[in-house]
């Protein structure tokens, strides 16, 4: 997601590309943490230690690709429908469809759709699933909802996010206007839960606005010149991962009461700022990890679609549930099933990188030039 003009956007880069490292090991970290907390999600309910890493990943992983977005987003020009939607757009439709597919050819060999339902039927309610672009199902849908897409709603999110905060700073009041923006969302959705994610994009555009104030603010440098800046934010984060009560951007849920909404905030600042001195820290001591994990974040738009196809097609659920019954605990299900989705993820992946067309299709950029 950082675009090919990175270089002119902040801070003197560490790539030969001109890509900052600490950005890309950054959305490294937070892409792994969206694949171990979909693992993990499964298994709160019979494990403290499942549920523990579900509120550590799920407090700063979405808002820290929103608020990188943000940073290098050049709001002050006018917003380019056609480049975003062939950006966002486009590998959402795609992702979905290859959903579609995979599911009616999974379906019919294992004649496994839900009991009374057809298989024409069960194509056409994931049809509909990916036309509507539901993270979750809430019950509130604006028209009757089988399944949900999935993850891959945060490209549709994220579009209408950048979309709505580049309008918001030609006005005089982009904050204000934004704060609105997201209030909004946030409360139509208790009531009504809109297609496209069109609310999740609301409400996430408070994290791209901040992006483009950290970037107008040069935040980024004053983290990497003031480091010890990690501990409060570490205590701030460790607080809201403690009293966690569920962060669901996807469905602009921030939280059930106004205290959870604002630690739910107030913790996923905490969150975003610990993971970018951490990665600041990373780069800055040039181990093995760091090239690596800044090679997962500049793909991490491939990552999170094949990994969301996977946690849609794959019968996880199935295969946790013999596991289970098995004798395995549940925390050490979530530590398996996050270590095996993590290797495979990543594997299929690079693999893919590796095509032409998949780099043009999600404009991925070329990797980085080892150093001499």
Not at 201 to 224: C, E
Not at 231 to 251: E, R, S, V
Request: net charge positive; charged share 15%.
């Amino acid at each position: 997601m950082q675009p090919d003009s990175l270089a002119s956007a902040a801070a003197t880069p560490t790539h030969t590309t001109g890509r900052l490292q600490y950005i890309d090991i950054a959305k490294g970290i937070a892409i792994l943490a969206v694949i171990i907390g979909h693992a993990a999600i499964r298994l709160a309910g019979l494990s403290h230690g499942a549920a523990t890493i579900v509120a550590v990943c799920f407090t700063f992983h979405m808002p820290l690709f929103f608020l990188l977005s943000g940073y290098f987003l050049h709001y002050e020009r006018p917003f380019n429908w056609k480049k975003e939607a062939k950006r966002l757009v486009v590998p959402y439709i795609v992702a979905a469809l290859v959903i579609v597919i995979l599911e009616a050819l999974t379906t019919f060999f294992l004649r496994d759709q839900p009991q009374g339902m057809s298989l024409r039927r069960y194509v056409a309610e994931w049809l509909n699933a990916a036309v509507f672009g539901a993270a979750s199902l809430t019950g509130k849908e604006l028209w009757p909802q089988v399944f949900r897409i999935g993850a891959i709603w945060f490209l549709l999110a994220l579009f209408w996010a950048r979309l709505f905060v580049t309008c918001s700073c030609k006005t005089r009041y982009s904050g204000i206007f934004v704060l609105i923006l997201a209030l909004a969302g946030g409360a139509s959705a208790r009531y009504i839960y809109l297609p496209f994610s069109i609310q999740a994009g609301m409400t996430a555009s408070i994290y791209v606005y901040l992006g483009t104030l950290a970037r107008k603010y040069d935040v980024m440098n004053y983290l990497r010149s003031h480091k010890l800046v990690l501990i409060p934010a570490l205590l701030i984060w460790l607080y809201a991962i403690l009293h966690y009560t569920g962060f669901g951007m996807g469905t602009a849920d921030f939280g059930a009461t106004p205290l959870d909404i604002a630690r739910n905030l107030i913790g996923s600042l905490g969150g975003m700022v610990s993971i970018v001195i951490i990665s600041m820290y990373i780069e800055q001591l040039g181990h093995w990890v760091a090239p690596h994990l800044a090679e997962i974040g500049r793909i991490s738009l491939l990552i999170l679609v094949v990994h969301i196809i996977d946690d849609d097609v794959t019968r996880i659920d199935a295969m946790n549930l013999f596991l289970l019954s098995s004798g395995l605990g549940a925390f050490k299900l979530a530590i398996l099933d996050s270590v095996l989705r993590c290797a495979y993820t990543l594997l299929i992946s690079f693999l893919l990188e590796r095509i032409p067309f998949i780099c043009r299709l999600f404009g991925l950029p070329k990797a980085a030039k080892s150093q001499k």
